[in-house]
């Protein structure tokens, strides 16, 4: 099984720790956004599969990101990867239709956990 | 003589997403205890010389100064910068009592500099498996310093921003290392980018 992933994420160094701790049982074609602006425009003109999404970007932000799949009412399976995790930030989120909020710096095993939740394992 | 050590696009970036992290942890047990959301900026890294840094801290007017060393395996100094607006607001929400004393007010800045600034020091150094120890914060007045004394001609400066939402307040915080431990720095990051 094949899926398309979209990685936002304003550092590289992010992106490639996501991509490195994606699940070996699958195969996947993955994007990179540097920022919301970038997810969006990609979001816009691609259907993907899920979307690994950063919170702190520049341009646009990954709230940013997320009110924008609400108003497209895209359904998208969204996992936001965040240091920005205090409670309030969590709850905005998951009212924005994300369905699962990772700490940063990101362990591979909830990242596994919350894919095998969403039906992808 | 101070050489100047530029860090390259990888390392600067990989520097900031983990000065990223580390603040999100610093917001975090600040939140926890206020109860209130901390908005966080996105780390600003740059290499100024100690008369860019005096320009640097005095950008905000009205506000409270701190600075604390620390030692290690990289060693420099933290300095932050509070705004005098919304502190008592801030004050409220650590339940400390109105009108506040002069002891209260240096109390509260002194623990939100060993809140936020520490933890922010802590998270770096732990993500860098480096060692450092901070030492406790003093304020100090930057009109009565004399930056032409810091050890270094050159420094690396990390910028963070902290908001309270619901005040007015503010605090930045500098991180300042010599070029030894920037040294150190970029080594240590190039075997993290491996």
């Known amino acids: 099984m094949s899926i398309s992933v979209l990685v936002a994420d304003d550092s590289k160094l992010s992106r490639r720790s996501v991509i490195r ?43 940013g990101v997320l009110e924008y799949l609400h108003e497209q ?10 240091a920005d995790f205090q409670p309030e930030k969590q709850k905005i989120v998951t009212s924005l239709g994300a369905k699962r909020f990772l700490r940063k710096p990101l362990d591979k095993e909830e990242l596994a956990m919350a894919m095998f939740e969403l039906g992808y394992l | 003589m101070s050489i100047v050590l530029p860090l390259d696009e ?13 603040m999100g942890q610093a917001a975090n047990s600040l939140a926890q205890l206020i109860e209130t959301k901390i908005d966080i900026s996105i780390p600003k890294i740059s290499t100024v010389t100690p008369n860019e840094l005096y320009g640097l801290l005095f950008e905000t007017k009205d506000a409270y100064y701190t600075r604390q060393s620390f030692l290690g395996d990289i060693h ?33 800045i002194l623990e939100l500099c060993n809140i936020l600034a520490g933890a922010c020091l802590a998270g770096l150094s732990d993500q860098l498996e480096l060692t450092t120890n901070l030492n406790m914060p003093t304020l100090f007045q930057p009109e009565k310093s004399n930056f032409s004394d810091l050890q270094w001609q050159h420094t690396l400066v990390m910028e963070v921003q902290f908001i309270i939402a619901i005040s007015s307040f503010s605090m930045r915080v500098v991180f300042c290392l010599d070029d ?10 190039d075997e993290l980018l491996g």
């Open chain 2, 180 to 189: 030894e431990s920037l040294i150190r720095m970029k080594d240590t990051l």
């Open chain 1, 21 to 63: 701790a994606l699940p070996q049982d699958l195969d996947y074609t993955i994007s990179e956004a540097t920022n919301g602006k970038e997810a969006i425009e990609l979001l816009a003109e691609t259907t993907f599969d899920l979307l690994l999404l950063d919170l702190t970007m520049p341009e646009v932000d990954g709230v």
């Open chain 2, 10 to 22: 990888d390392q600067r970036d990989a520097l900031q997403e983990l000065l990223n992290i580390s």
């Open chain 2, 76 to 108: 420099g100094e933290v300095m932050s910068v509070l705004s005098q607006s919304g502190l008592s607001e801030v004050a409220k929400l650590m339940d400390y009592d109105e009108p506040l004393s002069k002891e209260d007010i240096q109390e509260i």
């Open chain 1, 73 to 82: 009412a895209n359904m998208l399976n969204v996992i936001v990867i965040s």
